[in-house]
């Protein structure tokens, strides 16, 4: 439904986003990732048409944004970068606004509102000035513009930055909730959100397309995707470093003291390779007292900062 | 630039425009001041009683000294605000044209100016309770002024758009209908009449405000007249579409 073909954008002699191109097809939530200015929401912003790009082609279920930008516009619902509204106004008034351009009247209009403030929990607060409320509240009210008129394609720049954790779930609720018919993208800065809404995540640094794949796959870049962490209680750390390093499969691994001479050793695996079973054998076979045992889905903090810090060779090698 | 132009949206975006000036305190204090400032200049400055005529030129005549002062600070935050805040990136991606938004904000602020105007009949009541005046002169006279304050309006939206600083529309605004205003003045036409050809003198007579205010002030309802407005309002309302699209996202 969301078709980016080879988009540019630049500002001077500053290129913002530098060819990128992606689909998003209904029932697809992606999650746009990448450090503070990499071209995230100046991507958002050309897919919503605020920005015209520079080249490239955007199409929203079959509307070309360049051409036809009311058409387009029409069947998305955005919510910009910080979740801007009339500070003036209260939400209610807000949302009768938003309906009316949207193009609905009378009962259905009436319908149409009620439903957005009860999705987003704004009952207590609609005749409240803007200004005057959280940041909690505000962010919902940006929500509730952008899910008023049951949008086809979604657009939410950080739908949860600055949120308290409870608020943070009640948006993603609402985000799986209505993930099913509609195309969703959201960027953020949160690695876990990827995982708790998005079945697909991109990666953008410095303007470009670095990553696009499911959250599982960007676990499976990570060095600590299989990995084994064991806690033992054990005399001497640094021999059972080397015992454990000789188990087959294990390319390396870490120690870490914990207090009550407790030691955490994690086991990275060679590439591609599952250790847990020889792990645990030889931990049962050589008698291991063993605290604590798991396994690592993968670290994405740790594959996010490889992948937007690598430098151009390392980055061909990458994609 | 998108140039569709929709009834629909420019309503809806009035409506918005015009039930903030009334959720916020401004238009209480303008609509104050305005009276206030129009009954200080018709009866002390203008001298209503002393002139001992029943008319209302005393009151009209100081309309464009009047707006020179309040309308730019009613068309100061039309653009820049939206900018500040950042609403503009909302606005800009509803599925609306540029031209809807800004015939939308122009109209409203136009309609608040309209009700201001509107506000001053007590004065039109005294005159005629006090005598005899031509009531056709001074409808002509309402009209020619509701036309001029929308070409100041047309003036300073236009200069919010350039900016997100306020004050700085706010001066520019000033500054820039000050010069539409002064070119009507004699005194200013007599300096460019030594240097320039004539028929640039009469160009730059032509675009004051006080040149056909002045003549719908004497109750000659001119086309002409009418026509210099709208096409006024209509060149600057272009002139703001253009930069709001240029601008919004800086």
């Given at each position: 439904m969301i078709e980016v073909s080879n988009l540019r954008k630049e500002f001077g002699n500053f290129v913002?986003?530098?060819d990128i191109s992606l689909n998003v097809n209904q029932g697809e939530v992606l999650g746009f990732l990448g450090p503070n200015g990499a071209g995230k929401s100046t991507t958002m912003k050309m897919i919503t048409g605020f920005l015209a790009p520079t080249a490239g082609t955007i199409k929203v279920c079959g509307h070309d944004v360049a051409e036809d930008p009311i058409a387009a516009k029409t069947v998305i619902g955005y919510l910009p970068e910080g979740a801007p509204a009339y500070p003036d106004m209260k939400p209610l008034a807000f949302l009768n606004f938003i309906a009316e351009i949207r193009g609905f009247r009378g009962t259905d209009k009436q319908q149409r509102i009620d439903a957005a403030i009860d999705k987003t929990n704004l009952g207590s607060v609609i005749h409240k000035p803007i200004d005057t409320l959280s940041k909690g509240f505000k962010r919902r009210v940006g929500i509730a513009q952008a899910i008023l008129h049951d949008p086809k394609v979604l657009v939410m720049d950080e739908?949860?930055?600055?949120?308290d954790p409870n608020q943070k779930h009640e948006v993603r609720e609402l985000i799986r909730a209505m993930a099913q018919e509609k195309s969703i993208i959201i960027s953020t800065h949160i690695l876990e959100e990827v995982h708790a809404v998005c079945n697909r995540a991109i990666i953008i640094a410095q303007g470009r397309l670095l990553f696009n794949g499911t959250p599982v796959e960007l676990e499976t870049r990570s060095r600590y995707h299989n990995a084994v962490n064991m806690v033992l209680a054990t005399a001497k750390p640094g021999e059972t470093a080397n015992a454990l390093q000789s188990i087959a499969n294990v390319s390396q691994v870490e120690m870490h003291t914990l207090p009550d001479g407790l030691v955490r050793y994690t086991l990275l695996p060679?590439?591609?390779?599952?250790?847990i079973k020889e792990a645990s054998r030889y931990a049962l076979e050589h008698g291991l007292d063993i605290k604590e045992l798991g396994l690592e889905a993968g670290r994405l903090d740790e594959v996010f900062r490889t992948i937007t810090t690598a430098t151009g060779d390392q980055r061909e090698a990458l994609t | 630039m998108n140039n569709q132009i929709n009834i629909h949206n420019i309503w809806a975006i009035a409506k918005r425009e015009l039930i903030n000036y009334f959720a916020t305190p401004v238009a209480y204090v303008f609509l104050v001041i305005y009276l206030a400032l129009s009954g200080v200049f018709t009866f002390y400055l203008g001298g209503f009683y002393e002139?001992?005529?029943?008319?209302l030129q005393s009151f009209f005549n100081f309309h464009p000294w009047l707006y020179l002062l309040l309308i730019p600070a009613l068309s100061m935050r039309l653009w820049s605000e939206e900018r500040k805040t950042g609403t503009i990136e909302l606005l800009m991606t509803l599925p609306i044209s540029i031209v809807d938004a800004v015939v939308g904000k122009f109209l409203a602020a136009w309609c608040f100016t309209g009700v201001a105007l509107v506000l001053t009949f007590p004065i039109w009541i005294s005159v005629n309770y006090l005598g005899d005046p031509d009531n056709l002169v001074i409808f002509a006279s309402y009209i020619g002024s509701f036309l001029m304050a929308g070409s100041y309006l047309a003036v300073g939206s236009c200069i919010s758009a350039?900016?997100?600083n306020q004050v700085i529309a706010f001066i520019v605004g000033v500054v820039l209908c000050l010069a539409f205003v002064l070119t009507g003045f004699p005194i200013v036409l007599d300096f460019f009449k030594g240097w320039l050809p004539h028929f640039i003198v009469d160009a730059i007579s032509y675009l004051s405000f006080l040149t056909h205010f002045n003549a719908t002030m004497k109750g000659i309802m001119d086309f002409r007249d009418i026509f210099f407005f709208i096409s006024f309002i209509a060149c600057w309302m272009f002139a703001n579409a253009v930069l709001v699209d240029m601008k919004k996202a800086d």
């Open positions: 913002a986003v530098d739908p949860t930055d600055g949120l060679d590439s591609g390779k599952s250790i | 002139r001992g005529q029943a008319d350039v900016t997100k």
